[in-house]
């Protein structure tokens, strides 16, 4: 398809388990965002990749969180130990360049529910 | 660090009315970008219209436009003939130059037919 997807699109789990959630950005973005969406909030920042690697991780809560775009278009982002907090639509969105430039196109996120 | 502010949860209005939905915000860069971004329950984020910081022009896209008062860090978005489709979370956004976007919590606008 012609726009950013994300699968799955909704992920149950259980406290303490591992998932990985997936996002395919336009063809030939270089720029990848991953952003967390809770319940009646706007999306926060998590990180934020330029090709292959991470320029800015800032956002990442702690060291549960975990994102890897080995060949500059797929991401996954990896949640360790599951805790009922990460419960949210995890949002990914890709740009033609990096910062610099204005648009980011997002996909229609992942909702995850931690039991 | 930067902020931006909805103050005002909920907003609704007749079809084809015109409604202003209001945002504040706070940095301390002089060069930055604003947004509008629609989220329908779909959830996917749309860009309605931006604003560049150093245009003291004020963005218009078909039936959307804003109010931008710089000195004032006030981004207004005003939806004009308000339709049915419109009705969604409204979110305004804030990006410095070589920075990362910062949401404000948003506002549900629902549309009286």
């Known amino acids: 398809g012609a726009g950013v997807s994300q699968t799955p699109s909704n992920k149950v789990t259980e406290k303490g388990k591992y998932v990985e959630l997936r996002c395919d950005p336009i063809?030939?973005?270089?720029?990848l965002y991953w952003y967390r969406q809770s319940l009646g909030q706007g999306p926060e920042f998590l990180i934020y990749f330029q090709g292959t690697g991470a320029a800015d991780d800032s956002g990442l809560p702690n060291d549960r969180f975990f994102a890897v775009r080995p060949e500059g278009s797929v991401s996954t982002l990896k949640i360790q130990r599951t805790e009922r907090g990460d419960s949210a639509v995890y949002l990914c969105?890709?740009?033609?360049?990096?910062?610099?430039?204005?648009?980011?196109?997002f996909g229609p996120g992942t909702r995850l529910t931690v039991l | 660090a930067q902020t931006v502010t909805q103050s005002q949860p909920e907003m609704s209005v007749q079809e084809a009315e015109t409604v202003t939905l209001s945002c504040t915000y706070d940095?301390?860069?002089?060069?930055?970008?604003l947004f509008w971004y629609k989220q329908p329950p779909s959830r996917q984020m749309i860009l309605v219209i931006r604003?560049?910081?150093?245009?003291?022009q004020n963005a218009t896209e078909n039936r959307f436009s804003v109010n931008f008062q710089k000195a004032a860090k006030s981004f207004s978005l005003k939806i004009s003939d308000s339709q049915l489709g419109d009705a969604a979370m409204y979110f305004c956004?804030?990006?410095?130059?070589?920075?990362?976007?910062?949401f404000g919590k948003g506002i549900t606008l629902s549309v009286r037919p």
């Open positions: 956004a804030l990006r410095p130059a070589n920075s990362k976007l910062t």
């Open positions: 940095t301390s860069e002089s060069d930055y970008y």
């Open positions: 063809s030939g973005h270089t720029a």
């Open positions: 969105a890709s740009s033609s360049e990096g910062l610099n430039y204005n648009e980011q196109f």
């Open positions: 604003q560049e910081a150093y245009k003291q």
